[in-house]
């Protein structure tokens, strides 16, 4: 008696197994939208906070400037605001990014340059995160 499995019985078997996983994906998809969106968010909640911190540690004012394409920590310097760092905007995780003022600053004393709270609004797919910044620099998620 011959061993082994013949074509027909293992094309099957791929069949069978592209059809679980392709109904598995789906569901998947909600998922994949909450890490991305998420991450961003993460990121850029970390990059508020060290701007904040760069302009006390240093004593000068610091900036974030947010855009969908990219994300920058400036310092003012002695005539004009200089490149400290740049990242990949929320974007690069196919992460859509609206926000109520793309440039957010800090005075030395670490609060925020300007007259009201900064929102953040972090999309992909059906997931929604939110970043605020109070006018006193606390960083929140909403």
Known sequence: ??????LVELVMVLLIAG???????RPLRGT???VAADAAA???TVLIATARHTAIAWGCRTRLRVAADSLVID???ALDWG?????????SRSVGVTTSNAVITFAPTGV???AS????????????????VSRVGRVRRG
Do not use: C, H, K, Q
């Open 32 to 34: 994949i939208d909450y």
């Open 112 to 114: 925020a340059w300007g």
């Open 1 to 6: 008696m011959p061993r082994g499995f013949t």
């Open 117 to 132: 709270n900064t929102t953040i609004t972090l999309t992909r797919g059906s997931r929604v995160e939110t970043v605020i």
């Open 19 to 25: 059809f679980v996983l392709a109904l598995s994906l």
């Open 83 to 91: 490149v400290l760092r740049s990242w990949p905007g929320p974007a």
């Open 42 to 44: 993460r990121e850029v």
């Open 75 to 77: 310092t003012l310097g």
